[in-house]
Nanobody
Framework: QVQLVESGGGLVQPGGSLRLSCAAS????????IGWFRQAPGKEGERLAC????????YYADSVKGRFTISRDNAKNTVYLQMNSLKPEDTAEYIC?????????????????WGQGTQVTVSS
């Protein structure tokens, strides 16, 4: 069974930074890519970023390009999301997720398995 454990969320001021981590365990070899999805109350969910384990291809949503960076440590089976220049509109539940196929151009990853999420609040 696969487990995804997120950490690193919290409260940050606008313009600040946070780094989210997601430790994966179990049958993760069934999946090609890992990434992040976010869900804010009253808003449509958003595929934020993902990275392929087979070729390192990445995807970023337009809303976070240039501010967020996804990376992975294969030895630790952990993926990170470095978030800089945070804005109040980045406030959401951030959910780590796995995809059986790699990132699709202009669409991102079609996630198949989800973690529990970690809350990020950007507020002064």
């Amino acid at each position: 069974q696969v487990q995804l454990v997120e950490s690193g969320g919290g409260l940050v001021q606008p313009g600040g930074s946070l780094r989210l981590s997601c430790a994966a365990s179990g049958f993760t070899s069934d999946y090609d890519a890992i990434g992040w999805f976010r869900q804010a109350p009253g808003k449509e969910g958003e595929r934020l970023a993902c990275i392929s384990s087979s070729d390192g291809t990445t995807y970023y949503a337009d809303s976070v390009k240039g501010r967020f960076t996804i990376s992975r440590d294969n030895a630790k089976n952990t993926v990170y999301l470095q978030m800089n220049s945070l804005k109040p509109e980045d406030t959401a539940e951030y959910i780590c997720a796995l995809s059986k196929i790699g990132p699709i151009e202009n669409l991102g990853c079609l996630f198949d398995y989800w973690g529990q999420g970690t809350q990020v609040t950007v507020s002064s």
